[in-house]
């Protein structure tokens, strides 16, 4: 899975 | 953001503020169990820990906020200002029996092995877990006033709201995180006999009544 910088999710 | 998110915060937002007006305008927790509260303070600590070193909207880091200030503002009420109403001898689970595991298992299953990314990872496995010291106590009293079962319908709504989302954004945009994913999988299966006693009972006007 392509991983965000860090979290965009609650 | 989706509307499956958005339903999902909003169902969570929901159950906070519930939880705080029944404890405000009660001015008493019975019935809520204090563990659990301190489980979902510790989950959104650390999860929240880039609240100041990523920033992603202003509607993330608003939420992030009010996440916060709404958990620790219902220790304060629990465990200070209406602490004479806490129900100690029925919420009686043992937090080490979560929090280690959940500490444990972030250290081995993460996607990053970095300070933020492993608290990230534990606050998902905390958070799955952190309702049974609750869900333990309703049924160690045996019910629940519909106030209480309101809040947990909408707490374990927010998380199932949340798979579909992911679900969404696998297929729309090729988004995913099996260890989010699985966690609130977990965390919604916990809610599923409470889920159908709810739809059975509280909805047809019955108290929350667990077959002793």
Same mark, same amino acid.
């Given at each position: 899975c392509h991983r965000l910088l860090g979290h965009d999710e609650l | 953001m989706n509307i499956f998110r958005l339903g999902g915060d909003l169902a969570h937002l929901l159950a906070i503020i519930i939880l705080l007006l029944k404890i405000w305008t009660t001015r008493s927790c019975a019935g809520i169990s204090g563990k659990s509260q301190i489980l979902f303070a510790l989950t959104f600590t650390a999860r929240y820990l880039?609240? &100041?070193?990523?920033?992603?909207?202003v509607y993330n880091s608003v939420m992030k906020v009010v996440y916060l200030a709404a958990a620790y503002a219902t220790l304060y009420l629990m465990y200070v200002k209406f602490k004479a109403t806490y129900d100690h001898n029925h919420d009686t689970f043992r937090l080490e029996f979560l929090i280690l595991p959940a500490a444990g298992l972030a250290l081995i299953i993460?996607?990053? &092995?970095s300070i933020i990314e492993v608290m990230w990872t534990f606050s998902i496995y905390l958070e799955a877990v952190a309702i049974l010291p609750q869900l333990f106590m309703v049924s160690k009293t045996g019910e629940a006033e519909s106030i209480t079962s309101h809040y947990l319908f909408a707490l374990g709504s927010y998380r199932a709201l949340y798979i579909v989302n992911w679900v969404y954004r696998y297929y729309s945009e090729g988004f995913y995180d099996m260890i989010a994913t699985l966690a609130g999988v977990v965390q919604t299966v916990l809610y599923c006999d409470f889920f159908y006693l709810y739809i059975t009972k509280v909805l047809k006007g019955k108290k929350l009544q667990l077959p002793a």
């Open positions: - | 880039d609240l &100041f070193t990523n920033f992603v909207s993460n996607h990053e &092995f």
